[in-house]
């Protein structure tokens, strides 16, 4: 990639950019709602089904499966060991920054932190489809490389108000995580190390955080059952519309 294409001014948003904005700002209003509903059934309507399953998961998807979008948007399985390892590699030094700030880090996990640390990992996989993924190249598309990501990182914080409104320190951290992402532009660089910082962070070092015994097994197993089944169903129609493609230009 030329240091002049990440530089280079772009202003061409379309109808693909307000819906991401729109998007963007439901998930936002839909964490507030967290905060004048804060029980257990308002967790589930706002949190689990409407801004992560609905908002972040199902229409993003759909929308850049529909545009056959997917692969270009770095949501893509090729070559996954190579970015795996690399992944593997930045979250030990994420890891070993975290011990050399705190020498007892691992001694503040135990068997309680399972059923929240499946939860964030769950959520953190919701978190790159929607904003490293699917915002980021909505508004790349239409304002160029810096802009996307100063965006999407500042969607990303925001989306925290009803839970962990520590909005500062995760625009940097999203701006870090984002750009991370976008030098490799494949999803699965995101992982484990997107998993390391979620779970130390919010178990050992968010400060305004809500409460965590509502994070159960139920929620995390019925958001990755939305998860891979949007994943297995988009990636199958963003195939068949690419073999279609392949086929007419084939029988011209």
Not at 164 to 171: C, D, R
Request: hydrophobic share 55%; with cysteine.
């Amino acid at each position: 990639m030329k240091i002049i294409n990440i530089i280079k001014p772009k202003y061409s948003p379309n109808q693909d950019t307000f819906i991401a904005f729109g998007l963007g700002i439901l998930a936002i209003v839909f964490s507030l709602l967290m905060i004048y509903f804060p029980t257990d059934w308002g967790h589930w309507i706002f949190r689990i089904i409407f801004q992560i399953s609905i908002v972040g998961i199902i229409i993003p998807l759909y929308l850049m499966s529909k545009n056959n979008e997917l692969k270009e948007a770095g949501l893509r399985f090729n070559k996954p060991l190579i970015y795996i390892l690399i992944s593997i590699g930045i979250a030990g030094l994420l890891l070993l920054q975290f011990w050399i700030e705190n020498n007892a880090l691992f001694s503040q996990f135990s068997k309680q932190s399972f059923k929240p640390a499946s939860y964030i990992v769950v959520g953190n996989i919701y978190e790159v489809i929607f904003f490293v993924v699917f915002l980021r190249y909505s508004f790349e598309k239409a304002f160029g490389i810096i802009p996307a990501i100063i965006l999407s990182a500042l969607f990303y914080s925001l989306h925290h108000a009803g839970f962990q409104p520590e909005f500062l320190k995760l625009f940097i951290v999203g701006l870090v995580f984002i750009s991370i992402f976008r030098i490799a532009n494949h999803w699965l660089i995101c992982f484990p190390f997107w998993w390391v910082g979620g779970t130390v962070d919010v178990l050992t070092k968010a400060k305004d955080i809500s409460d965590l015994s509502g994070l159960d097994w139920w929620k995390s197993i019925f958001m990755l059952t939305i998860i891979i089944a949007s994943l297995f169903y988009f990636q199958y129609l963003d195939r068949r519309k690419t073999d279609f493609k392949k086929n007419m230009q084939n029988n011209l």
